[in-house]
Structure formats: C-alpha cells, structure tokens
C-alpha cells in the first residue's frame, strides 16, 4: 500500500511518515521546502515530490497542514484525487476539514481523524485517537482504520465531527488556555527560580503545564485557538469561576469555601471511580 503525506515535511506528517515506512508502507511525503524534501528522502528513505499530481499514485492521501491552510490545500489537491482514493486528515479540529473535504473531494473515500498526541511520541502505545465518520460509507472506513491503530497499541474512539470539536474545547482549548493564563501570571509575578527551589508537587505541576504550553509553536496555537468553535465559551465559564472564587478568597468566606471543594471532590468522585488516588498520581507524574 502507497501512502501519500501532504506536509510530510512538518513535524507530524514527519511522525506519520516514518510510523508508516515501519509499518512496511510505501510513503509518498509531498511538500513545498526543497531542503526538508531532500532530508526527508535521505533520513526516512521516502519518496518525497513538490507536486499534488502525484497522489494519483497513492493508495491513500494524509493531510497534515496547518488549520489556516487546509481548505486551500484541498481545493489545489482536488483535480488529482481518484474516485475512490482513500483521504483522511489530522487536524486538530474537525467540523470545518470535514467539511471542506466533503464540498472539495465528493469523489474520494474521507475520513476526519486526530491523534492526540505530538510528534514527540515513541510510537502510539496508549495514545489516543479520534476518529469521525459522518456516514455508512465513512463508518466503514473508520472501523479498518481503527483496526490498524489498534494493532499499534492506540486507544481509539469514533463520534461525529462536532461532538469532537465540543470536548476539544475542553481537553485542548481549556488546558492549553489555563498553561496560558497560569504562566503568564507566574511571569508577573516573578521569583520564577526560587520558587522552583521550593515548590511542592502541585506548584511543579503546574509549572510543568504553563512551561510545556509555552513552549510550543506559537502560531499554532494561536490557530489552533481561534478555530475552536467552543472554546470561546469555556473560557468566558472558566474566567467567571476564577472570579468566583477569587470573590470567595477576598471575602474570606471559609464556610463558602468548603462547601464548594465538597460539592466538586463529589462530583469528580462519581465522574471518575479512580478520583482518591489524584493525589498519589500526581507525585507518580511528577517522578
């Protein structure tokens, strides 16, 4: 089987790249850098073009480009896809790349998928990942590409492309938002070095969060926030509890206090039968 990466000179069309070759398929990268072309032949032992006409040869097409850039991408890649040509992309949203990929290559076998994991990954023991048929025709697909995950280890979950982007807004949108928040206030604050002398698990924790977001790309990032259709709302829900209880701090309202950490360690109790052993899991992270 041929296998054609678009962006596979990115850092997660690299990943693919590779995983592929190791999985004994033929990899096609595509991309437009002459330079990262030539590593990619050269390191990864792939054939690699600047061309969209050569997935004509591929058994199935990867997109991995930015969000910004997709839709564009798919209106260039439409007159060389094949009736029938498998096409399945790995952006991190997926209401709008379905969508463009159903207006764009009605001809061609889509399929919106994400892994949720980043290029630095070993492999995909214990990763997760999403994928969203909207169809029978698109279900099917999905179960042998689950199939093939699995075998690498993969916990893989199928739902529609908008009950994805609604938990993203969340397991994306609000963690990377909170890293943000939580490191710029650190940055404020200053003292960075000798609290990182002192700090308890918690505060490691969190600097571990607030310095893993920073550090990532921040162009995509940005992207990645401005795209999510329900993140905006999360976080005007997560600025109004931050006020919240930042009322009940200033008022010193310890009985308020109380009752609200109750009412959510009961919550959190129900929602996750593991939840009092948080606190020993934070320190198995942390070591």
């Known amino acids: 089987m041929k296998v054609a990466i678009i962006g596979g ?3 997660m069309g690299w990943w693919f790249a590779n995983f592929l070759k190791k999985q004994g398929k033929e990899v096609l990268v595509i991309g437009r850098n002459e330079q990262k072309l030539r590593e990619a032949k050269e390191q990864l032992g792939v ?3 600047d061309d969209l006409a050569a997935v004509k040869g591929a058994d199935a097409v990867v997109i991995s480009v930015t969000i910004d850039n997709f839709e564009s991408v ?3 890649l439409k007159p060389h896809v094949q009736p029938g040509q498998i096409v399945l992309d790995v952006t991190s949203v997926k209401a709008a790349p379905v969508a463009a990929m159903h207006r764009h290559l009605a001809s061609a076998s889509v399929l919106g998928t994400h892994p949720l994991f980043g290029p630095g990954a070993k492999d995909l023991t214990n990763k997760n990942f999403v994928l969203t048929p909207t169809n029978d025709k698109e279900t099917e697909l999905a179960d042998r590409v689950k199939k093939f995950l699995e075998k690498s280890g993969a916990k893989v979950a199928i739902m529609t492309p908008e009950e994805h982007d609604e938990m993203m807004s969340v397991v994306l949108g609000l963690s990377h938002f909170v890293g943000l928040v939580a490191a710029e206030t ?3 604050f200053g003292k960075l070095k000798p609290m990182a002398d002192i700090g308890g698990g918690s505060y490691k924790l969190l600097l571990t969060l607030a310095e893993s977001v920073v550090s990532e790309d921040a162009e995509f990032y940005a992207s990645l926030q401005m795209n999510m259709t329900g993140a905006t709302k999360i976080e005007e829900m997560f600025r109004k509890n931050a006020l919240l209880w930042a009322d009940i701090v200033k008022n010193k309202n ?6 609200k950490m109750t009412a959510l360690k009961n919550t959190l109790e129900k929602a996750d039968p593991n939840f009092r052993k948080a606190y020993e899991n934070m320190y198995k992270i942390m070591d």
Do not use: I, M, P
């Not at 310890?254 to 009752?259: D, L, S």
């Open 9 to 11: 000179t990115g850092k």
């Open 47 to 49: 054939e690699t073009s």
């Open 74 to 76: 798919v209106k260039e």
């Open 186 to 188: 650190l940055a404020n």
């Open 254 to 259: 310890q009985a308020e206090f109380a009752r």
